[in-house]
């Protein structure tokens, strides 16, 4: 399965900015992930086939994941970004079937080679 990111950016503390994530092939969970300088990676937030979805606490009720079956895609949608949102944005997937939607980098296969987002303060 190829993943190819984009979407990423600079912004400005409190901005914007949506991710995409274009996949080869249908996989049932989908994540995204990130990786500050210095920093191990991070699951943001997960999705499976069935909608189910988890965020990281960092993230939750800023962030939006979503995906479009159809379009073998993958979505992240930022809102009232902070700088500590700084770092490299990795879209992951696995074909592990039935599974709750997880944040450990563990449980993905595939992942694509990511797209730098920086907020400035």
């Known amino acids: 399965v190829q993943l190819v990111e984009s979407g990423g950016g600079s912004v400005q503390a409190g901005g914007s900015l949506n991710l995409s994530c274009a996949a080869s092939r249908y996989t049932y969970s989908m994540a995204w992930f990130r990786q500050a300088p210095g920093k191990e990676h991070e699951g943001v937030a997960a999705?499976?086939?069935?909608?189910?979805?988890s965020y990281a606490d960092s993230v939750n009720g800023r962030f939006t994941i979503a995906r479009d079956n159809a379009k073998k895609s993958l979505y992240l949608l930022m809102s009232s970004l902070k700088p500590e949102d700084t770092g490299m944005y990795y879209c992951a997937a696995s074909f592990a079937y039935g599974v709750t939607p997880q944040l450990g980098r563990n449980v993905y296969t595939y992942w694509g080679q990511g797209t730098q987002v920086t907020v400035s303060s």
């Open positions: 999705i499976v086939g069935d909608g189910r979805i």
